[in-house]
């Protein structure tokens, strides 16, 4: 789990609406804040559980079916006033809520985990249903009333009737009274026709009681329906009042503030001061919001309008603040008309803001991502473009990583690295001296060890096929927050041809001082037995001590010659001095002592009149150097051949040929290396390894190539080229 997600996790625990994430597909509760436990009537910290193994009946309604998908699909799914039975003390107890399931996908799309947000609309619900029951339950009131009233009409027309029919009978019985008393008066036996009325009147009057006692209990009927009404009423006031959502009833076109709940008007920022009164000239800065424009649409249209997340700006302590609601308009209607509009509205701004600083932690971590892509990618291409090897290893020292010049350097392919550590046995650590160099020596061992960084720690190594490098390296350690040591980086360049410029510096000392003591040992001793004895020697002793000592001399002087032109050559002054000289001239002024004083029968031969344009000093030197290596390591040769020929329009070469003991082939090309000697058991040769560095420099500087032919037992040609004077001509005009 990355950090950004963790922070999600953290921002989700103090989110103060219902939150749940699951981080995998058999839905493992990475979290449930409060309130998602709250609802779920789950007490105990659910984290790390499985959905399905603490909330069975809430698997057991399908929801996991639909967390599946969401998975499955990366689609959100979400759900409105769904019912669903929760565990409450035991018994499973509907309840309804909307509910979101929202798919969290990493960069490359994939899910990798699920925001369950939640709000229990049960109260909400029950109490839109009590209202529509409270609607129809006043409807039915309504029409009972009618009905009753139509009754009470019907019955005082009845009863009008009667009492009209009695004051008919009131009149006659007066007029009979009148005619009686009259008989009575004139007939004294009519006594009993009268006493026949007045059975007939009070019959009459009996029933007119009864009618007057039903007119009553109607009444009483009446009375108790207005009763009930008023209970009613003053129920759904109660209702609206205290409900948990915000419910606004405004009537009439100017939509007048009729009833408004606390909620509504803690919302809104108002006191009830404001009912009783236009909506809009209460709260003006609702005009021309989405809000005001809905609600108008509901009245006008007399359909209901809803709007999830919306904002809505309200003026609050003087300031206009904008907050988010999921608000539904629904027409109020009264005998089949449209005569308001009911506004019920949840805030569900922490909601949004937390959707909103979700995202924006998203796109933060999606713009650290890419610049921590970036940023590798530079360094990438950093360390491969490097002209130093890069390696790094882990804690156990196993190499994890190598630079394309790491690569080189140790001969490593890519799969070599997993397998290589930096004390692998097939590559033999060693010492400068050669020796092998202890574990616990490797600069690697060292600041693993000790967790310091090594610098500029030069160690040799055997690679598996036998060829040796050196390698200096400078090596540091890596450290994790905790302080402890995870790996360590080494950078390391290879030496070995500084090692073996050391190497060969320390062996040419070696053999200079030792080249140069021999001479001086001998012209020494010569000088010394003519001080001491010159006077007793005879003649031919003392000019063979002489000649001695001059023979000593001359090879020292060579000896210094060779050395002071290698540091000529070094510097770039060795300064040329060019002419026109035949081969013959040149081989006469240089070689024809050497031929005299040579036991070896050395001779000019082929197209010795070619001339060449070069410094005839410095050819002549790379000439006596071919033919004095000729005498000095093929003394057995009886002739050595210096031959001239032509090659194409554009060379001379020249070569000298002997038939002595030849050359190894695999030492060859390393002849014209500086300092470079061939080891010729149990024969002592003296030299300096330089004659023929200097004479394939000096070649070189005249344009013309060098080389050698020999082969074991047969003798050796050493040969050169110089380009033609016509060519040098061509060249320069
Ligand atoms: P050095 O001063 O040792 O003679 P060079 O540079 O003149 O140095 O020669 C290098 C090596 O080449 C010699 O040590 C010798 O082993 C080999 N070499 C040169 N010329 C011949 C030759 N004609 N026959 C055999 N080996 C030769």
């Keep these: 789990m990355n950090v950004s997600f963790n922070g999600l996790l953290h921002v989700i625990s103090e989110m103060p609406n219902a939150v749940a994430v699951y981080d995998s597909e058999d839905l493992n509760i990475a979290i449930a804040n409060e309130k998602m436990l709250k609802m779920w009537n789950r007490a105990d910290n659910l984290d790390g559980q499985r959905l399905g193994d603490i909330f069975p009946e809430y698997i057991e309604q399908g929801f996991e079916g639909l967390l599946r998908n969401v998975w499955k699909t990366g689609e959100a799914f979400s759900g409105e006033e769904i019912p669903a039975d929760i565990l409450i003390d035991g018994i499973l107890t509907p309840r309804y809520f909307d509910f979101k399931y929202n798919p969290l996908k990493d960069q490359n799309g994939i899910t990798y985990a699920i925001l369950h947000t939640a709000t229990d609309v049960t109260d909400r619900k029950l109490a839109r249903e009590q209202v529509a029951e409270r609607q129809a339950s006043e409807e039915n009131v309504k029409a009972e009333l009618q009905a009753t009233n139509e009754e009470l009409t019907t019955l005082n027309e009845e009863y009008m009737a009667t009492n009209e029919q009695l ?108 009912i009783g009164k236009p909506l809009f000239e209460q709260i003006p800065e609702l005009k021309g919001q ?176 036998g060829s040796r490098q050196y390698i200096s390296i400078n090596a540091a350690p890596i450290f994790n927050e905790d302080g402890n040591l995870t790996g360590g980086i080494g950078t390391f360049m290879d030496v070995t041809s500084r090692r073996m410029i050391l190497q060969g510096k320390d062996d040419f000392i070696s053999i200079a001082s030792h080249e140069l003591k021999n001479p001086v040992t001998s012209l020494k001793a010569a000088l010394q037995l003519l001080e001491r004895a010159h006077n007793r020697l005879p003649e031919e002793s003392r000019s063979k001590l002489i000649s001695q000592a001059l023979s000593s001399l001359d090879n020292l002087s060579r000896l210094i010659h060779d050395l002071l032109d290698t540091s000529r050559l070094e510097q770039g002054q060795m300064k040329m001095d060019k002419s026109t000289v035949s081969i013959n001239d040149l081989f006469n002024d240089c070689c024809a002592h050497i031929a005299n004083d040579s036991k070896q029968h050395i001779t000019l031969s082929g197209q010795k009149m070619l001339s060449v344009y070069a410094d005839s000093q410095q050819i002549g030197q790379v000439l006596v150097n071919f033919i004095s290596n000729a005498i000095k390591y093929a003394p057995d040769s009886k002739e050595i051949v210096v031959y001239v020929s032509q090659i194409g329009d554009d060379e001379i070469k020249i070569s000298v040929k002997d038939s002595g003991p030849g050359i190894p082939k695999e030492n060859l090309s390393h002849l014209f290396e500086r300092y470079y000697r061939t080891n010729y058991e149990g024969k002592k040769f003296t030299g300096l390894g330089l004659g023929l560095y200097i004479s394939a420099e000096i070649i070189k500087n005249h344009g013309g190539r060098i080389g050698v032919e020999s082969e074991l037992g047969k003798g050796s040609e050493f040969w050169f080229t110089l380009p033609t004077q016509a060519s040098h001509q061509q060249n320069i005009s």
């Design 167 to 274: 004051d008919k009978y009131n009149y006659a019985i007066n007029e009979i009274n009148t005619k009686l008393t009259e008989t009575n008066k004139n007939l004294g036996n009519a006594n009993q026709g009268y006493k026949t009325s007045n059975e007939r009147l009070n019959t009459a009057n009996h029933r007119l009681n009864k009618d007057i006692d039903d007119l009553k209990s109607i009444n009483d009927a009446i009375q108790d329906l207005n009763n009930r009404l008023a209970d009613s009423e003053q129920g759904f006031q109660n209702l609206i009042a205290q409900a948990p959502v915000a419910i606004l009833l405004t009537k009439g076109e100017d939509f007048i503030i009729e009833k408004i709940n606390s909620t509504m008007l803690n919302i809104l920022g108002r006191d009830e001061s404001i």
């Design 290 to 465: 989405l809000a005001a424009d809905l609600l108008k649409e509901t009245f006008e249209f007399g359909e209901s309008r809803e709007e999830i997340s919306s904002p809505v700006r309200l003026l609050l302590d003087g300031q206009l603040r904008e907050g988010f609601f999921n608000f539904n308009f629904t027409p109020f209607i009264e005998n089949g008309k449209v005569t308001g509009v009911i506004d019920v509205a949840v805030e569900v701004t922490a909601q949004v803001l937390a959707i909103r600083d979700r995202e924006e932690t998203i796109r933060q971590k999606v713009v650290l991502e890419e610049t921590l892509r970036n940023s590798e990618k530079r360094l990438q291409g950093i360390l491969e473009t490097m002209a130093e090897g890069v390696g790094i290893v882990d804690h156990t020292g196993q190499l994890v990583y190598a630079n394309p010049m790491a690569q080189q350097i140790l001969g490593l392919t890519s799969s070599d690295i997993e397998s290589r550590t930096y004390s692998d046995p097939r590559w033999q650590n060693l010492r400068i001296d050669g020796s092998p160099l202890p574990d616990e020596e490797h600069p690697m061992t060292v600041m693993m060890t000790t967790g310091s960084k090594v610098f500029d720690m030069e160690i040799g190594v055997q690679r598996p096929d």
